[in-house]
């Protein structure tokens, strides 16, 4: 390309072709090409190495390179050095392309916020990360989150951290090989992970292997795992039926002689009869259990009880599939094939070909399921007897076989309604019977949807459609239009049905009397009256008295009327959960609904709608729903105060503290003083909610771990709770931060950790370093914790001088320059 004419290296056709085998060519290209940015892109799409060969000002381009990035993996490579610091466009590559987390500048690496985020798009990114960030224990949990397998490049402290751990295996079983040793020591580490995946028990240490209580209570929830256990407690019966009661299949791992005791594999349940020892199925009973829940174990039984006639008689009264593992000899026996039909229809499959022209044998055999007339000869579908036989037992489901000449014969159909009473027959019968009133009205007689069959003349005739109104109001449906504007006819059927007043024609659903009628005898009828009358508290009230739940199909308006609404709950109390939001929150309303009415205030489903809404409704209820665990619970999400509300006896009990404070942190100031030095609970709480620290054991105060999770759950102002010893220690701040990079960012964390002492300052990020009032605060504290500020506040003279006026030993920290400042 380099010796064509000038015309030809302007040529984007000519160019594009050579950078397509050789990527340097674009650096041959006219001027004008060589400068166009869309080109480069293009030449980029052609070949991604020719991208490295662009101008260095289109490189420098931050949105010419953002669209390079989307085309090409190695243009983030390639970028100038200011857009490889550049959050925005280092986030883009990162998301775009795996390993350009290599070319992103050394200061985006230090950043907490962009590491983060570059663990969420790849845990794979971990192997990029600066070292002291491989400790960091937000950037790695959301590195093995994504990615399980970044576990192996975390730090040795994180890889035994259990949070970090379980994420890992949660992403992917692989990352079982990388978990510290210590975790596995630990047995409420190593239950988790079992829970995840069993074999993850075979990491397990050699003591916790060979603890026989430990093993018992794993067993019970994961009984799958005893594959895992050593063999030699494999044949420790106790431990094997915890395993097997918690699941069936763990009885192939069992000691062989426990797999030949009936007792035993009985308490497996017949699920787990295929791991049983052969010598079981010569068993008799056992052998009748297992073939009667699968047929497959058929296969397993001894000749003997194979060829037994009365033992295949007995299988066969509850597990017909046998049929098909039968000797010949026994399937080609009628009555044999006739008791398998009756518990399985798959023996159907087994029934000879000529059988199913025996008129005999297909007649006994409709006896036991009409469906069959599907499989009969058509000879036989054609035969009246036969056909009638079908529908007596199945109804319509076996006349849709039936040979069409059958349903045109009007005694056969009236034959068929009268014996099967099912009126959908009338749509399977000749166009011509649909339109015989006798027909007609025989099948609305028996079942009022067969209105929908009859032909227009019919469902134009009043006596057939109240006919077919007798049976249910929903009959309106398939009523003429004329007869659907009868008021005599539609009031009968919203008497029937509240739905009918749907049906009912344009002008009776306008007609206000007529819609009070209808909600009168049926407040659901209330969902399809016209709009105005949703408004209207006259028939609002009268729907709601008929059926409290109407009050769902109301206005806005009228759902939060006090007066509605309580009568809505005299007729159901369910009907509260369509009280408007305010209404259900007003505890005023919710205490005059059980003044009027006492026996609400034992209707558990009653306070559960009062509780979502406001937790503190509880303080109405009986003593007995203020013992009610789930209630309490329902109370805590809407709010702490609920607590306050229920019964003493819960906030003793640690189960249901241990869920409030999962719930809401917070919940911790009402638990028993017992509960608020239990570290679990404290730990869950301030997890939730940091806050909580307030309400823990001084203790607990005084506990890192429990301190560190209070900062990390919230803005960091918990500190201000922490012992004071820990909260003046700058040492216990920084190792904090080291772990969790996020909490430098933390302006509260460190607004009450610089009070206590200043030198804390030195562990926040450098945008808080710069914060003026955050280092005035320090300063007040500790003058040299000036010599951590950032350099702007210290070469600042106004903000010297405010600082100096008020701590003269800060004269040694601030910037050298302003040493020849005589102010």
Known sequence: LRFASTSLRASRMIVLAAVRSYPEALAFASPVLWSSPDFVLAAAQENRASIQHAPAELLGNRDFVMAAIKVTDVAFEHAADELKADFEVAILAVKRHVGTLLWVADALKSSHAFMLQAMKVSGGNLQYVPEELRADFDIVFSAVQQNGLALELASADLRADPDIALAAITSTEKALDFIGDALWTDAVFVTSAVARHLHALKYASDKLLNDRQFLQELLSQHGGALEFVPYALRTDRTLAEVAVRSCGQALRFVAYNLKEDVAFVSA?????????????????????????????????????????????????????????????????????????????????????????????????????????LERVVPELQADSEVALCAAKTSGCRA????????????????????????GAILGLAAPALRGDREVVLTAVCYSWEALRYASPKLRADRDVVAVALEGSGLALRHAAAGLQADEALASAAVRSHGVALKFAGPALRGDRSFVCRAVVAHGEALEHAPAECLLDSDVVMAAVRSSGEALRFAAPEMRADRRIVLAALRSSPAAFAFASDKLRADLAFVAEAVREQPELASDKAFFRLAAEANGSCLRLASQHLRRDFDLALVGVRNTCKALGAISESLLHDRAFVCAAVRERGLALEYAAVDLKVDRDIVLAAVSQDGEALQFSSLELKQDPVVVVRALCAGDGGALRF?????????????????????????RALFWHGVAANGCSLASASPALRGDKSLVLRAVHNRAEALAVASLGLRADPDFVLELLRKDGEALGYVSPELWSDRE
């Open 722 to 746: 922490a012992w004071p010893a820990l909260r003046g220690d700058a040492a216990f701040i920084e190792r904090a931060a080291r772990r969790h990079g996020g909490l430098r960012e933390k």
């Open 399 to 422: 006349l849709c076989f039936a040979s069409p000449r059958v349903l045109a014969d009007r005694c056969f159909v009236l034959a068929a309604l009268e014996a099967s009473r099912d």
């Open 268 to 372: 497996a349940g017949l699920g787990a009869w295929n791991f049983a020892a052969d010598a079981l199925f010569a068993d008799r009973a056992f052998a009748l259990s297992a073939v009667s829940a699968d047929a497959s174990a058929f296969e397993r039984l001894p000749t003997s009880l194979q060829n037994d006639r009365g033992f295949i008689l007995e299988v066969m009264a509850q597990n017909g599939s046998i049929l098909a593992m039968l000797a010949p000899e026994l399937r080609s026996e009628p009555d044999l094939v006739l008791l398998a039909s009756r518990t399985s229809l798959r023996a159907l499959d087994c029934v000879p070909k000529e059988w199913w022209a025996d008129r005999a044998f297909v007649m006994a055999l409709l006896e036991i399921s009409g469906s069959a």
